[in-house]
């Protein structure tokens, strides 16, 4: 979270970060690509936590706690955050206050939390039914409450926390390894006006995949809704992710981006359908190569990455990772290292000045 203790300096180095898809790359595989974003200047990472991925053909199922562990220790000062741990079905968030203050004492500092309400395809295959989208909500409130009150358990008299919610409950619960920091930065994915209402009141900044063009009344009703509970908005991080796909060889490109057509169905974050090849078919048969294609920039030349990124800061997002597709991702990462982010960052220095 910005707080007036970080230089301007500093701020814009978190500003760009990378994001690292679970679904679509091998554990190794991303390990080496933050291993030269942070050799490159970047010092964040957002990384998807899914139990199953968007498309069967080519799909990953990385379990994203113990690559968090792995890249951290490979890394050497590069910041991580989940985008997005679903605090309603598979993870029981007693145990994901565990494993992230364990995570926060390996690596202090570098760790944040991010949550949503999930997608049926993480939760249905291992049992779970999948309910509306108001019960998954109320399901994250309470979730990310309890998760706060264990962090926060060493500052009561004993450590020992209650909590007894409509849908969890945690009785006499103690991290006796509790984080590291005072305070992990806890984040949540919304697009939705009650959604976004509730990461205003509960977290320390919103999360969402909405462009930029499309985003500006989801900034302004969570910087109200913090307003609103006494919060400064402008304490608050705004993160975005934007896909952009890189090469020289447009259909080269073009056959990557396949990979995230399901994404584009209508309504897929309330969708019922749970097994990958069911969305991958569904998607082929929906989803047009058109919208594909508006859905993903894809470009030929890196410079022209610059635009769209800049497009999210200027309508008020704090924070952007970049979601690259590329045939060739290494390649990528240390074009824009050498010749996108050092403008970014000037860039955006200057505008805080």
């Known amino acids: 979270m910005i707080n007036n203790s970080i230089s301007e300096q500093d701020v814009c180095k978190e500003s760009i970060g990378y994001w690292a898809s679970q679904e679509q790359y091998s554990m190794q595989q991303l390990i080496e690509f933050v291993k030269e974003a942070e050799k490159g200047g970047i010092i964040t990472t957002m990384t998807s936590d899914h139990f199953h991925p968007w498309w069967h053909d080519g799909g990953y199922g990385n379990f994203t706690w113990v690559w968090l562990a792995t890249a951290a220790e490979r890394t050497k000062k590069m910041h991580f955050v989940t985008g997005v741990t679903a605090a309603v079905y598979r993870y029981n968030p007693g145990i994901i206050a565990q494993a992230f203050a364990s995570l926060d004492v390996l690596h202090p500092g570098r760790i944040s939390l991010g949550v949503g309400s999930g997608e049926a395809m993480n939760e249905v295959p291992l049992g779970f039914d999948w309910p509306d989208a108001k019960s998954r909500l109320a399901r994250t409130a309470e979730a990310i409450q309890i998760i706060k009150k264990l962090w926060k358990g060493r500052k009561s008299e004993n450590g020992f926390v209650d909590f007894k919610g409509e849908y969890f409950s945690i009785r006499n619960a103690k991290l006796y390894t509790p984080p590291h920091s005072d305070n992990i930065p806890l984040y949540m994915a919304a697009v939705g006006p009650e959604a976004i209402k509730t990461a205003a009141k509960y977290c320390d900044g919103l999360i969402t995949v909405t462009k930029a063009d499309q985003s500006r009344e989801i900034l302004d009703l969570f910087n109200r809704s913090a307003k609103d509970i006494g919060k400064d908005p402008f304490s608050l991080e705004k993160i975005a992710k934007p896909k952009i796909c890189y090469s020289t060889d447009y259909d080269k ?101």
Not at 261 to 267: H, Q
Not at 275 to 294: F, G
């Open 253 to 353: 490109a073009f056959k990557y981006i396949e990979f995230w057509r399901a994404t584009l169905l209508e309504n897929v974050f309330n969708t019922d359908i749970s097994d990958p090849r069911e969305l991958e078919e569904k998607a082929r048969k929906e989803v047009s190569d058109e919208q594909l294609m508006k859905s993903t920039p894809i470009i030929t030349s890196i410079e022209d990455c610059i635009k769209p990124i800049e497009d999210y800061f200027k309508t008020g997002f704090t924070r952007v990772y970049i979601h690259s597709m590329s045939p060739e991702e290494k390649e990528f990462i240390k074009l824009f290292c050498s010749k996108v982010l050092p403008y970014l960052r000037e860039t955006l220095e200057k505008s805080k000045r």
